[in-house]
């Protein structure tokens, strides 16, 4: 009845699908992460080098947060060359709980936070669509290269 039909289709050896590689994981996190502390970390000098008394920083460090979220989704999507998407949703809620233990630790906008989940993921997964498609493109423009070096036309 399904004969010639394939219905799964194991893409690696040994039995394995090996659907998410946790470098690019880990990777993308890191990026995410590091993004983040050296936007507030610049914050924090330009407190100390300027004279203000006040300071509202809420909308940039949201901001630094979103833009560590999309650099960490690019990270693991070009780090994993495949389902960039996927990578990148693994990195945004990775990312996202970390930051979820930072604030609960550290501050008493928690309840602010949990509507910004969703908007982290999405981003994330957005850069990691775009990590994908850039490292494609730089591929395929390194291949075009290289062949014209060999063969001028």
């Given at each position: 009845?399904?004969?010639?039909?394939?219905?799964?289709?194991?893409?690696?050896?040994?039995?394995?699908?090996?659907?998410?590689?946790?470098?690019?994981?880990?990777?993308?996190?890191?990026?995410?992460?590091?993004?983040?502390?050296?936007?507030?970390?610049?914050?924090?000098?330009?407190?100390?080098?300027?004279?203000?008394?006040?300071?509202?920083?809420?909308?940039?460090?949201?901001?630094?947060?979103?833009?560590?979220?999309?650099?960490?989704?690019?990270?693991?999507?070009?780090?994993?060359?495949?389902?960039?998407?996927?990578?990148?949703?693994?990195?945004?809620?990775?990312?996202?709980?970390?930051?979820?233990?930072?604030?609960?630790?550290?501050?008493?906008?928690?309840?602010?936070?949990?509507?910004?989940?969703?908007?982290?993921?999405?981003?994330?997964?957005?850069?990691?669509v775009l990590g994908v498609n850039i490292s494609a493109t730089r591929r395929?423009?390194?291949?075009?290269?290289?062949?014209?070096?060999?063969?001028?036309?």
């Open positions: 009845m399904f004969k010639g039909i394939t219905l799964v289709s194991w893409s690696s050896k040994d039995g394995r699908a090996g659907l998410l590689k946790p470098a690019a994981i880990w990777a993308g996190v890191v990026w995410a992460l590091t993004s983040t502390v050296f936007l507030c970390t610049a914050l924090i000098l330009w407190v100390f080098m300027t004279a203000h008394e006040v300071f509202h920083f809420s909308a940039l460090i949201l901001a630094g947060v979103w833009l560590g979220a999309l650099l960490g989704g690019a990270v693991g999507g070009r780090t994993a060359g495949y389902l960039g998407w996927l990578h990148g949703v693994a990195v945004g809620l990775i990312y996202y709980l970390a930051m979820m233990l930072l604030l609960a630790v550290w501050s008493t906008w928690l309840p602010v936070w949990f509507g910004n989940g969703l908007v982290v993921v999405i981003l994330a997964a957005v850069g990691g395929d423009s390194l291949i075009n290269y290289t062949q014209r070096k060999r063969f001028p036309v």
